[in-house]
């Protein structure tokens, strides 16, 4: 694929922040790199946008076909990644355009849930070597931390029946009804973050599921956040995650 697909969900506007995003907790990546039982497994990482992942398995010996049908996401992932053992490409999940049986390890970094989930599952055990892994994972904020409640406060004023949809939802059933995977691990493995009021402030500005249900209200929203989170006084806050996130063995291994 050379030009760029048509996708649901145009992440554009929101490359330019991306990056500020939390990384992924260190241990939930160690447990899916190694599934694989390999020093240097061949993966294709789907989604890989600003290559938010993609560093973290390039860091553990992976060797990475990158898929992002975004230009603005895959250039800031391609220039994050230079010198690395990565090649990127022009694709969706659905349709990667990689050759079938060549990765022992799919993954999807927080890109499961913009994709035809049981389209992108078929593709997924297309282009995975038996034996051979899925894994999708997300960092999810914990809502029951008190700042993390008031700002959850801050956006339902404004969208009351704001949802995360998909993306916090249980991987598993979507999984197994592909039969095509064995019925996956959940990774749960939670991360502390301690960042910059600026930096977290700018990583709301890349918040695609606010975005797309703010509307109108997204800069709103953005500025509500913006005064509560100043009005605290401090340079840097602590913010709890925990990384979320499905393995699955693909049937056949
Ligand atoms: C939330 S970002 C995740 C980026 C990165 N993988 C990470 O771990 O942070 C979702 C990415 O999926 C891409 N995307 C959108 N539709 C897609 C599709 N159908 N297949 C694969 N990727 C898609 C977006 O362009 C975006 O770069």
Same mark, same amino acid.
């Given at each position: 694929?050379? =030009?760029?697909?048509?996708?649901?969900?145009?992440?554009?506007?929101?490359? $330019?922040?991306?990056?500020?995003?939390?990384?992924?907790?260190?241990? $939930? #990546?160690?447990?899916?790199?190694?599934?694989?039982?390999?020093?240097?497994?061949?993966?294709?990482?789907?989604?890989?946008?600003? $290559?938010?992942?993609?560093?973290?398995?390039?860091?553990?010996?992976?060797?990475?076909?990158?898929?992002?049908?975004?230009?603005?996401?895959?250039?800031?992932?391609?220039?994050?990644?230079?010198?690395?053992?990565?090649?990127?490409?022009?694709?969706?999940?659905?349709?990667?355009?990689?050759?079938?049986?060549?990765?022992?390890?799919?993954?999807?970094? =927080? =890109?499961?849930?913009?994709?035809?989930?049981?389209?992108?599952?078929?593709?997924?055990?297309?282009?995975?070597?038996?034996?051979?892994?899925?894994?999708?994972?997300?960092?999810?904020?914990?809502?029951?931390?008190?700042?993390?409640?008031?700002?959850?406060?801050?956006?339902?004023?404004?969208?009351?029946?704001?949802?995360?949809?998909?993306?916090?939802?249980?991987?598993?059933?979507?999984?197994?009804?592909?039969?095509?995977?064995?019925?996956?691990?959940?990774?749960?493995?939670?991360?502390?973050?301690? #960042?910059?009021?600026?930096?977290?402030?700018?990583?709301?500005?890349?918040?695609?599921?606010?975005?797309?249900?703010?509307?109108?209200?997204?800069? =709103?929203?953005?500025?509500?956040?913006?005064?509560?989170?100043?009005?605290?006084?401090?340079?840097?806050?602590?913010?709890?995650?925990?990384?979320?996130?499905?393995?699955?063995?693909?049937?056949?291994?």
């Amino acid at each position: 694929m050379t =030009s760029s697909p048509k996708v649901d969900w145009d992440y554009t506007k929101l490359a $330019a922040t991306y990056t500020q995003r939390p990384p992924y907790a260190a241990r $939930a #990546v160690d447990r899916i790199v190694e599934a694989c039982g390999q020093s240097q497994p061949k993966v294709a990482d789907i989604g890989a946008g600003n $290559a938010h992942l993609t560093v973290e398995l390039l860091a553990r010996g992976c060797v990475v076909d990158a898929v992002e049908p975004n230009d603005a996401m895959r250039s800031i992932g391609i220039e994050r990644t230079d010198g690395g053992a990565v090649t990127w490409h022009v694709g969706v999940g659905e349709d990667t355009g990689l050759p079938a049986g060549g990765y022992d390890l799919v993954t999807f970094g =927080s =890109s499961f849930a913009v994709t035809d989930r049981p389209v992108a599952l078929r593709e997924t055990a297309r282009i995975l070597r038996r034996p051979g892994w899925f894994a999708c994972l997300w960092n999810h904020r914990d809502l029951d931390d008190p700042l993390q409640r008031d700002i959850e406060a801050l956006i339902r004023r404004r969208i009351p029946d704001y949802g995360y949809g998909l993306r916090r939802e249980d991987q598993a059933p979507v999984i197994e009804e592909s039969g095509l995977f064995e019925p996956p691990t959940v990774i749960r493995e939670p991360i502390l973050h301690r #960042v910059n009021v600026e930096d977290w402030l700018a990583a709301w500005r890349s918040h695609g599921i606010l975005e797309r249900q703010a509307g109108a209200e997204f800069d =709103s929203i953005l500025t509500d956040i913006d005064r509560y989170v100043h009005a605290l006084g401090v340079d840097e806050i602590d913010v709890p995650y925990v990384t979320v996130g499905w393995l699955a063995a693909v049937r056949g291994s």
